[in-house]
């Protein structure tokens, strides 16, 4: 059902392999601080498939999501619209109607990044203090950052028309 979902959105991106290596040319294009982030974010999506593809049990994930690179960019007053200068601002496609991504279309790359990594802390930081919490959904929580991994790349890679 995730991999469904992930696949409408997603076309070119339904796939564990077709995400690494679309990261692989995205990491290919760009040098320095982008670089390593885009890596770190290869890195977190790769865990994301995991709890998709339900080969690894999404508590076990949640623990090896990493902030490291976005932390010291932070730091550093890193402009994380420079991942792509000439399309700063989200653009969506059609499939996005109506959908919870639709929200980013219209905002810059900086925005999108900043919820990525937000979401990333916030269920660590739930996971560190309760990760019996019955309430939580976990498997929902991976999924929804899945996706804004996926539609970061979608646009810094360009939409397939």
């Avoid at 979902?5 to 995205?26: C, D, Q, Y």
């Avoid at 890596?39 to 490291?68: G, H, M």
């Avoid at 990333?120 to 976990?138: A, F, T």
Wanted: hydrophobic share 40%; with cysteine.
């Amino acid at each position: 059902m995730v991999i469904d979902t992930i696949s409408t959105l997603f076309s070119t991106l339904g796939t564990a392999t077709s995400t690494a290596k679309v990261f692989k040319e995205l990491i290919g294009n760009n040098r320095g601080d982008a670089r390593i982030l885009l890596e770190e974010l290869k890195r977190n999506d790769t865990l994301c498939w995991l709890a998709a593809d339900r080969e690894v049990d999404v508590q076990k994930i949640i623990p090896q999501l990493s902030t490291k690179t976005y932390d010291q960019l932070l730091e550093k007053n890193f402009d994380f619209n420079k991942l792509n200068p000439r399309k700063k601002i989200i653009t969506g496609n059609s499939r996005l109607q109506d959908k919870d991504l639709s929200a980013f279309v219209g905002k810059d790359i900086a925005n999108l990044v900043e919820s990525i990594y937000d979401r990333i802390k916030e269920m660590q930081l739930i996971h560190q203090v309760d990760p019996q919490n019955k309430r939580i959904n976990w498997n929902r929580r991976i999924v929804n950052l899945h996706k804004r991994i996926l539609l970061l790349m979608a646009h810094l890679k360009g939409w397939p028309k």
